[in-house]
């Protein structure tokens, strides 16, 4: 079961709920993402894709954002983890299945997948 299809059964089969689609898409303008959630995934964001440009102001804006320094440490680990993650199944072929669920959810995923091509 991928993140889509577990956060839909536990929302009870909702999709405006999280409205999906704006938090992939488009992250700066998503309603359902407050400044915090936004500066924690720019962060993650940048982490993973420009990971050579990180510095001091990248914490400072997650501590701005309202994030302990114990929370930027759960941050960076938890982005990290996942990248570890992904990468291995990348290099296990495990990635290159396609994921199944509704089709609004599978939407978002192709368009995420293509995003980072």
Same mark, same amino acid.
């Given at each position: ?7 839909? &059964?536990?929302?009870?089969?909702? @999709? ?7 938090? @992939?898409?488009? #992250? ?7 400044? !915090?959630?936004?500066? %924690?995934?720019?962060? !993650? *964001? ?5 990971? +050579?440009?990180?510095? *001091? !102001?990248?914490?400072?804006?997650? #501590? *701005? !954002? ?14 990290? +983890?996942?990248? %570890?993650?992904? #990468?291995?199944?990348?290099? %296990? ?12 959810? %599978? *939407?978002?995923? #192709?368009? &995420? ?5």
């Amino acid at each position: 079961m991928n993140h889509g299809q577990a956060f839909r &059964a536990e929302s009870g089969d909702d @999709v405006t709920l999280a409205d999906v689609a704006t938090v @992939v898409t488009d #992250r700066d303008n998503s309603p359902v993402l407050d400044d !915090a959630d936004k500066a %924690m995934l720019a962060f !993650a *964001e940048k982490l993973t894709f420009d990971h +050579y440009a990180m510095s *001091e !102001a990248d914490l400072d804006e997650l #501590r *701005e !954002a309202g994030f302990s320094d114990e929370n930027v440490l759960d941050i960076i680990g938890s982005v990290s +983890y996942r990248n %570890m993650s992904n #990468r291995l199944n990348l290099a %296990m072929g495990l990635d290159a299945v396609e994921p199944e669920g509704p089709d609004e959810l %599978m *939407e978002v995923v #192709r368009f &995420a997948r293509t995003a980072r091509a």
